[in-house]
């Protein structure tokens, strides 16, 4: 055989000799790896108990979004009585409750659907401020009170009363009832009896229905 | 006299008033003024009656009662008196109560006064009997009318 063939027969004869760098390697690795596995295994088990320090973050209570109402409804119905015990609902797109100091709801697109002797009736209104304690609706802007039998009454700017059945308004008022149309200082009708009262320069404009005679 | 035309649209104004949709009727006080096409009528008080279905439109109103001075107002014709009765189905207007009428320079006086606004023919008598709506009685007059012509000089 050539001299490095002898060469290298001899280094790997070396290397496979019992006591050379192949054998304590091996040796080490006997003890060492089982030592290794213990402990990475002991870590695994206890490193969530020691690590929990850097997982967790401070809340800084001036950067989180405040949400200024208390209270915020989307669709809400209030209920109640009036003062004959029946019930009323209070519908709303939207309810808003500044805060509970102030029993006041501001609500959009309420309906309230109260109970008259002679049936149901219905009062629509963009915005209005319901005050829970005397049950009372300050609406502004338009409001359409529908009773059962078709009777009507669209005016604005009023505070219905929802225990006594009343409107009343002291701000100058216009709406429209079967009758006609009217206008004046004050408003204060009684949706039970039907009768609604103008004070203040009053004005009201009939127009009768075509005679039927000739 | 032009004719009146009853179905003219209405217009109150007034201190205060009531519709009282129940009762059918629509109460105005406080010097009302009330304006139907070129008529107009003052009274301190004014009762509209209204009748028919209110449901389906525009309701029929079928009588006025005015008191209280009442003053109405017509192109050519003003009458005035204590009570009115304006009855829009027969298209009538009844005055009661020392009425005077005015028409072209002539005024006449009497108890009663009755207008019929189709034909503007004013028919005044003497008797004002009966009881006003209003609760007390009028008292019979003399039953008389008077009044007083002012005569177009013709020229020569």
Redesign the interface.
């Given at each position: 055989m050539s001299e490095i063939a002898k060469q290298m027969r001899s280094r790997r004869q070396r290397w496979a000799e019992p006591g050379s760098g192949h054998d304590r390697i091996v040796a080490i690795m006997q003890a060492g790896l089982p030592m290794a596995i213990g402990v990475l295994a002991a870590f695994l088990v206890m490193a969530p108990l020691f690590k929990g320090g850097d997982v967790s973050f401070l809340l800084a209570k001036d950067k989180v979004d405040v949400a200024k109402e208390r209270l915020k409804i989307q669709s809400a119905t209030y209920r109640g009585e009036d003062d004959k015990g029946r019930a009323f609902t209070l519908v709303a797109g939207q309810a808003v409750q500044k805060s509970s100091a102030e029993p006041v709801v501001r609500m959009k697109d309420l309906a309230a659907q109260i109970q008259l002797s002679d049936g149901p009736a219905r009062l629509v209104a963009q915005q209005g401020r319901y005050d829970m304690d005397s049950q009372k609706v300050k609406i502004e802007g338009p409001i359409k009170f529908r009773a059962a039998?078709?009777?009507q009454l669209d005016t604005r700017d009023a505070t219905v009363d929802l225990r006594t059945r009343t409107m009343k308004s002291d701000s100058p008022v216009s709406g429209r009832?079967?009758?006609?149309t009217?206008s004046?200082d004050e408003l204060s009708a009684d949706l039970e009896?039907?009768?609604?009262?103008?004070?203040?320069?009053?004005?009201?404009?009939?127009?009768?229905?075509?005679?039927n005679?000739r | 006299q032009t004719r009146h035309n009853?179905?003219a649209?209405?217009?109150?104004?007034?201190?205060?008033?009531?519709?009282?949709?129940?009762a059918n009727r629509?109460i105005?006080s406080g010097n009302v003024s009330i304006q139907q096409a070129e008529m107009t009528l003052d009274a301190a008080r004014v009762t509209?009656r209204?009748t028919?279905q209110?449901?389906d439109?525009?309701?029929?109103?079928s009588r006025l009662d005015a008191s209280g001075g009442v003053f109405i107002k017509r192109p050519d014709q003003t009458a005035r008196a204590q009570y009115a009765v304006y009855d829009?189905?027969s298209r009538v207007i009844t005055m009661l109560g020392n009425v005077r009428l005015t028409q072209g320079g002539n005024t006449i006086g009497g108890g009663r006064l009755r207008i019929d606004l189709d034909t503007g023919k004013a028919v005044i008598d003497g008797s004002s009997v009966g009881s006003s709506r209003s609760g007390e009685t009028t008292t019979h007059e003399n039953g008389r009318v008077t009044g007083r012509f002012s005569v177009p000089d013709r020229g020569q």
């Open positions: 039998d078709g009777y009832t079967p009758l006609g009217f004046g009896k039907r009768i609604i009262r103008i004070d203040g320069n009053a004005h009201l404009r009939i127009v009768p229905k075509q005679a005679r | 009853t179905n649209p209405i217009d109150f104004s007034a201190q205060h008033f009531e519709i009282q949709d129940r629509a105005l509209v209204y028919g209110v449901i439109g525009s309701p029929q109103v829009l189905n």
